[in-house]
């Protein structure tokens, strides 16, 4: 499969770059700030979770009122991942995620007015909307900032925040209620008071390549040697027209639950398994997050890297998707494994398979859309996401009340990426340019 033979039969690269090598690193810096806004992001979202066992034991809460919380919180992320992809092609990512971004962070101070877990519900929606503007502002933001050869790397390392995120929330949170000694509510205060900085921060720095003050000639010449698209609007029909974005919606539905359902349920099969708690299992945790860091990245380099040669743009992408998809394989055997190490090896290579497959699928929307639909499709597909993470927890629960165990789900996660390539490739085997009827 990772031949694709009729892969020659795709469209020529854009453009040859002609142009040297900058020496202006503005782009970075956006990368920067875009890696900073996805550790917030995960950040704000798993406070709570870190937070659970108190809250629990302060308030009387179910474990069916827990997961309404995280239940509907996909509800309304899926939502608003519609809404945010078509506003981005509307407003830019620089507008886009300062909505965002200002919406979540309302979200997540509200969650200290209220105790019950309807309450949570309800004060976690703007958080879910806002959430949900994430990956649709930083992928139009790589998309105006990075030509295809470094796109997919951009993407990787501002993708590696999600793990980021997650290493650092059980830490942050653990020392700010347990070491700090201070009242739960402060872990969503001070957390919240990042956002606020890096609101500021992203107001005053992020300008479009054509229009900011600290570009050099020769980086700009870098960004803009491929040619753009930006003037157009294209709406959800327009998009759903083409299979192109079908393949990429398809992509989603099918490893996205993977991501979801590991963030949430890991502690409860460490707990289950081998009888680790809230103070023992922060390590696996740890180590299986770091190792999906170097998947992010790793995926995204190796597409770039294989473009630099002369790799065809979709053939690049399903090499990396393909490589990828093979080291998720061996997580199949982790509900029988002896011992949390082999587990938390075996979940690691496949968080980073994870990680480093959906940093190529991202790439899509900005290698083969016309900029004016990329956040309706990038909309589109995290929609996809959403429902297939909704529909897979509620399975793994339903499993987990029926059989008692988790080794059918982790071999549903162990095939799940090549299932995943196979219908994208069937669905967009040649990986040429999209030209959108324009709506406007």
């Not at 157009?232 to 027209?241: H, I, K, M, S």
């Not at 004016?372 to 995290?382: D, K, M, N």
Request: proline share 5%; charged share 15%; aromatic share 16%.
């Amino acid at each position: 499969m990772n031949d694709f033979t009729d892969a020659a039969r795709e469209a020529p690269e854009t453009v040859a770059h002609a142009v040297p090598r900058p020496r202006g690193r503005v782009r970075w810096a956006i990368c920067a700030l875009l890696f900073a806004a996805v550790v917030l992001s995960y950040i704000d979202r798993l406070v709570l979770g870190v937070l659970k066992p108190q809250l629990t034991e302060l308030y009387h809460w179910t474990n069916t009122g827990y997961g309404d919380v995280t239940g509907y919180f996909q509800v309304f992320y899926g939502i608003g991942f519609l809404l945010f992809g078509w506003l981005i092609d509307r407003v830019g990512p620089k507008v886009g995620y300062l909505l965002a971004m200002g919406s979540w962070t309302l979200g997540h101070f509200a969650q200290t007015l209220v105790t019950s877990t309807s309450g949570f519900v309800i004060a976690r929606i703007p958080l879910a909307f806002g959430e949900a503007g994430t990956y649709p502002s930083a992928l139009a933001a790589a998309s105006q900032w990075f030509p295809k050869k470094e796109r997919a790397l951009a993407i990787g390392i501002f993708n590696a925040g999600a793990n980021v995120g997650a290493i650092i929330t059980p830490l942050l949170v653990s020392f700010i209620v347990a070491g700090m000694l201070l009242d739960w509510r402060w872990a969503f205060i001070i957390t919240g008071l990042f956002n606020v900085v890096w609101l500021f921060a992203w107001w005053r720095f992020y300008h479009k390549p054509s229009d900011h003050p600290r570009l050099t000639i020769e980086e700009r010449g870098w960004i803009e040697a491929e040619p753009s698209d930006d003037k157009g609007r294209a709406g959800f029909l327009t998009v759903l027209r083409h299979r192109e974005a079908w393949a990429y919606m398809a992509g989603r539905f099918l490893i996205d639950p993977v991501w979801w359902t590991f963030l949430f349920w890991l502690p409860d099969f460490f707990n289950k398994q081998y009888g680790y708690d809230l103070k023992s299992f922060g390590p696996p945790l740890v180590a299986i997050y770091i190792l999906a860091d170097f998947g992010a990245i790793a995926g995204g380099w190796y597409s770039s890297h294989l473009l630099k040669r002369g790799v065809a743009t979709g053939r690049a992408r399903k090499r990396a998707m393909f490589a990828c998809a093979l080291f998720a394989l061996p997580v199949m055997f982790a509900g029988q494994a002896s011992n949390i190490g082999i587990a938390v090896v075996l979940i690691g290579l496949a968080c980073a398979a994870h990680q480093g497959f959906s940093t190529n699928l991202f790439a899509l929307p900005g290698d083969q859309f016309p900029r004016y639909g990329q956040g309706t499709l990038i909309g589109l597909g995290g929609f996809a996401g959403a429902v297939g993470g909704f529909l897979a927890s509620k399975s793994l629960g339903l499993l987990l009340d029926t059989v008692g165990s988790y080794g059918p789900f982790f071999v549903a996660c162990g095939v799940a990426y090549l299932v995943a390539l196979l219908v994208f490739h069937l669905l967009n085997p040649h990986y040429r340019n999209v030209a959108l009827g324009v709506t406007r």
